[in-house]
């Protein structure tokens, strides 16, 4: 499976190589998110009831490191 160039690098996943390092599935959900924006979605669904000025962190990014 081909990814997005990371540090411009190629990336590319196989996963008939049975037991790895779990670390990799940073990538798949990376992948997965910047092909259906998922989590813009699911973020799109909360209300920001936040004072504008003060907010630090959008509601997307909580989500996203939620999931």
């Known amino acids: 499976m081909p990814f997005h160039p990371l540090s411009g690098r190629f990336v590319r996943g196989r996963f008939d190589d049975g037991v790895i390092a779990s670390d990799g599935g940073g990538l798949l959900l990376r992948e997965a998110e910047q092909r259906t924006m998922i989590i813009a979605q699911l973020a799109a669904c909360f209300m920001d009831d936040r004072k504008p000025d003060r907010i630090e ?11």
């Open 57 to 67: 962190h959008r509601v997307r990014e909580l989500v996203r490191q939620r999931v």
